[in-house]
């Protein structure tokens, strides 16, 4: 089992920025993704960002330029930078965490914060 722990959520004028964190902890091994999902009221749940281990990256077009996923591999954190942020980003962010252990796939998800951006 791995356990994420998130924060960094908020409320936040259009054009601000906010800094979300996940911290992973239990069964960890070397092999894996870290990224956030999010999801806003009445739509489903969409992939943000993502991060590997290695540190390649993935971005949903509409937070390319604007939204940063960095990773400690020490301290099994992964961050999400937002700026610019615009009112569309409203919703609940994700933490998520993939590898395979024997191989199996395994997927793990936080608790899920807040995030709000007022017009």
């Known amino acids: 089992q791995v356990q994420l722990q998130e924060s960094g959520g908020g409320l936040v004028q259009a054009g601000g920025s906010l800094r979300l964190s996940c911290a992973a902890s239990?069964?960890?091994?070397?092999?894996?993704?870290m990224g956030w999902y999010r999801q806003a009221p009445g739509k489903q749940r969409e992939l943000v960002a993502s991060?590997?281990?290695?540190?390649?990256?993935y971005y949903v077009d509409s937070v390319k330029g604007r939204f940063t996923i960095s990773r400690d591999n020490a301290k099994n954190t992964v961050y999400l930078q937002m700026n610019s942020l615009k009112p569309e980003d409203t919703a609940v962010y994700y933490c998520?965490?993939?590898?395979?252990?024997?191989?199996?796939?395994?997927?793990?998800w936080g608790q899920g914060t807040q995030v709000t951006v007022s017009s």
């Open positions: 239990g069964s960890i091994f070397r092999d894996n993704t």
């Open positions: 991060i590997a281990r290695a540190g390649s990256t």
């Open positions: 998520n965490w993939r590898d395979i252990v024997l191989s199996r796939p395994r997927k793990y």
